[in-house]
């Protein structure tokens, strides 16, 4: 079978306040992604970016929601290039951008898959909504959004809803939640390695975990994977940093345990800042990561 690889940038900072992550798709690109991913592909389409322009902010006056008719709009341009990658063949990769550009790339994704699975690589669990949010902010709430919870100009993209089931979502690497995720969380049941888990039982008993369960409930699964799930020591580079987190090896790990089991079918890579980064460390740290995602070996 032939391997293809759709890269599809998203350069949006609309879901949050910090400037900058807009500009986290060429700092992903200048970083070598293209090169480091070649010998692992027979095909790579980069797509370019999806024109997002810099519009000023708007405060929807119903919901307090920041930007929220744009991440609509937006959202439904990168769920239609997503699915065309789905439909040609290819791995759809997705390089952001805040994290609320998941959003669109689960819209295009799951229409294509009667159970899809998540895993959301993340400090933060972006349950929120408007009526839990402190901020406003879209990029905290993705994944409400994407179980169908939340404002309908963003549930309702694509036509249906929801895109995704809580029993087939599992976080890994969340240290940052506030008290209504809490609350989600415990309302839906839904599968959560904190880094106490992650601290107590090993990175690797995480993942096998992981892999297990989505095998035996998903046909197809999602990396959405936020470079703040890292800790800022590693990845210095995003907007929302949460000390203690997971670590530059336990994520190569994680990625080259994916690969291995076969279950990742699309991804995501978010919330790269390089205008809050060092020397773009976060950028090269997320195209290595990929580059163990997709099966680079070092033997």
């Known amino acids: 079978m032939t391997r293809k690889l759709s890269i599809i940038g998203m350069p949006m900072d609309l879901g949050?306040?910090?400037?900058?992550?807009?500009?986290?798709?060429?700092?992903?690109?200048y970083a070598g992604i293209n090169e480091r991913l070649k010998p692992l592909f027979d095909e790579i389409h980069d797509w370019g970016d999806i024109p997002v322009g810099r519009p000023e902010v708007v405060i929807d006056k119903d919901s307090n929601?920041?930007?929220?008719?744009?991440?609509?709009?937006?959202?439904a341009l990168l769920a239609e290039k997503v699915d065309e990658a789905v439909q040609s063949g290819d791995f759809p990769l997705v390089l952001g951008g805040d994290h609320s550009i998941a959003i669109g790339t689960l819209t295009g994704v799951s229409k294509h898959y009667?159970?899809?699975?998540?895993?959301?690589?993340?400090a933060h669990g972006d349950l929120n909504t408007a009526e839990t949010s402190p901020s406003g902010n879209i990029h905290g709430m993705p994944l409400a959004v994407s179980m169908g919870l939340?404002?309908?100009?963003?549930?309702?993209?694509?036509?249906?809803?929801?895109?995704?089931?809580?029993?087939?979502?599992?976080?890994?690497?969340?240290?940052?939640?506030?008290d209504g995720e809490k609350e989600l969380i415990e309302e839906k049941g839904m599968k959560v390695y904190t880094m106490h888990e992650i601290d107590r039982l090993g990175m690797t008993k995480v993942m096998e975990e992981t892999i297990a369960?989505?095998?035996?409930?998903?046909?197809?699964?999602h990396l959405?994977?936020?470079?703040?799930g890292l800790d800022p020591t590693d990845a210095p580079g995003v907007g929302t940093p949460v000390i203690g987190g997971i670590s530059y090896r336990e994520?190569?790990?994680?990625?080259?345990?994916?690969?291995?089991?076969?279950?990742?079918?699309?991804?995501?890579?978010?919330e790269v800042n390089p205008i809050l980064d060092e020397k773009n460390?976060?950028?090269?740290c997320a195209v290595e990561l990929m580059g163990s995602l997709f099966g680079e070996k070092l033997l």
């Open 65 to 75: 929601l920041r930007n929220l008719d744009l991440v609509a709009e937006k959202s």
């Open 114 to 122: 009667k159970n899809l699975g998540v895993i959301w690589y993340d």
């Open 16 to 29: 949050q306040m910090r400037r900058g992550v807009d500009m986290g798709p060429s700092a992903i690109r």
């Open 251 to 270: 994520s190569h790990l994680a990625m080259e345990m994916l690969e291995e089991a076969g279950i990742i079918t699309s991804a995501e890579f978010v």
């Open 213 to 221: 369960y989505l095998k035996a409930n998903t046909d197809g699964v």
């Open 224 to 228: 959405s994977l936020d470079l703040d």
């Open 281 to 284: 460390k976060t950028a090269i």
């Open 150 to 178: 939340g404002h309908p100009l963003l549930t309702e993209i694509g036509g249906y809803h929801p895109k995704i089931k809580p029993e087939n979502i599992i976080i890994i690497g969340a240290r940052a939640l506030d």
